[in-house]
């Protein structure tokens, strides 16, 4: 990475203001050009300061974070970082990544103490992730309202015998609004299971499976110990442990959720569901690999080939972040590459027993 990311800070603790300050500047790659105390500052020194990324609390007097991202949004679409405490913003922090924040980093709860500099990696990591984003693939809330923005695609009718058993996805930066335009796609009387694994801060996939769930017809939650594995049914892997699909004594498939393994760079792991379910159902396994940073996802492609399953990899142009898909295409592993506009259309060609090669 050459590019220096100009940053814009904006929090109305000074004491925050200047230790992010303090602890961005720790990175080569990052000057803070400027800092803000609400939201209608940061506006103005957008404007004026022309930054790349910006940093921002969500909880602030006068025009909060989520105010002005909404109206940054509007005005010019920008990689935009949320700080902020958990457990005040839960809601708040699913209001912004809906309206097309990039990234999330928690503050520790108690901020006037040596604590807030346990951020300080994550923070400039996830800085330099929202420097990488194509904002042009970000997908924004429609002016019209959900419903017009909505993906209008009619299901296929015909559906079984399926080469597919279980369909797995895996995807991180992005991920939230992009998972907002695909699962709504699936009807109600969809027959494959579906897993997925977001890259997310622990407590916030429970809320954000309820805020899926009300927006499909497939029924959307937070992966617990033992739920079936079954047809309409969307499980979402909960952050800080692994979900695994493991048949039981029945042959049943039960979703499992451990810490282990300890030694993956993101819990849960994309490779660790893959490898799970290309050992529980063979070849007949469909893995998406989405927008995201990194290249968690790619063994576990490897993984899912090698047993005679078939993987789709997200194309660059509608990717916000091309790292996950990027690894996977490269390694020689996709069957597929095709954008997200086109991902639905190409998950049913495949579980309708199209050749994904042709």
Request: proline share 7%; with cysteine; charged share 25%.
């Given at each position: ?261 300890f030694d993956t760079l993101h819990r849960p792991s994309v490779d660790v569901l893959f490898r799970s379910a290309a050992e529980t159902f063979g070849g007949r396994v469909l893995g998406l690999v989405m927008t995201g940073m990194g ?23 509608s990717c916000v972040v091309f790292g996950m898909p990027r690894a996977v295409i490269e390694a020689n592993l996709a069957n597929q590459v095709v954008p997200l506009e086109r991902m639905f259309s190409a998950i049913i060609e495949v ?8």
């Amino acid at each position: 990475m050459d590019k220096v990311l100009r940053t814009l800070v904006v929090d109305d603790s000074a004491y925050v203001r200047k230790v992010v300050r303090q602890m961005l500047g720790k990175s080569p790659f990052i000057d803070v050009v400027g800092v803000a105390r609400d939201g209608e500052e940061a506006l103005t020194l957008v404007d004026q300061l022309h930054p790349d990324v910006v940093t921002i609390d969500l909880i602030m007097p006068g025009m909060g974070g989520l105010g002005f991202i909404q109206e940054q949004m509007r005005r010019k679409p920008l990689p935009i970082v949320v700080v902020s405490i958990a457990n005040e913003a839960s809601q708040l922090v699913l209001d912004a990544l809906d309206a097309g924040a990039i990234e999330f980093v928690q503050k520790p709860s108690a901020l006037a103490t040596e604590r807030i500099f346990e951020m300080s990696d994550e923070l400039i990591e996830k800085v330099k992730t929202a420097g990488n984003v194509m904002m042009s693939a970000v997908r924004l809330p429609d002016p019209a309202g959900p419903a017009a923005s909505k993906p209008q695609h009619k299901p296929a009718k015909k559906m079984f015998p399926s080469p597919v058993d279980v369909i797995v996805i895996g995807i991180s930066t992005g991920g939230p609004q992009t998972l907002k335009y695909l699962l709504p796609s699936f009807a109600g009387d969809y027959r494959i299971p579906i897993a997925v694994v977001l890259h997310m801060p622990v407590g916030y996939t429970e809320l954000y499976a309820e805020r899926l769930n009300d927006a499909c017809s497939l029924a959307v939650s937070e992966a617990r110990e033992g739920d079936a594995i079954q047809p309409g049914r969307i499980l979402i892997a909960p952050a800080g442990r692994h979900l695994t699909l493991r048949r039981d004594s029945s042959a049943a498939v039960q979703a499992h959720i451990d810490a282990r393994p300890f030694d993956t760079l993101h819990r849960p792991s994309v490779d660790v569901l893959f490898r799970s379910a290309a050992e529980t159902f063979g070849g007949r396994v469909l893995g998406l690999v989405m927008t995201g940073m990194g290249d968690d996802g790619k063994e576990g492609a490897g993984e899912i080939r090698a047993k005679g399953g078939i993987i789709i990899a997200e194309a660059e142009e509608s990717c916000v972040v091309f790292g996950m898909p990027r690894a996977v295409i490269e390694a020689n592993l996709a069957n597929q590459v095709v954008p997200l506009e086109r991902m639905f259309s190409a998950i049913i060609e495949v579980t309708n027993g199209k050749d994904p090669d042709r």
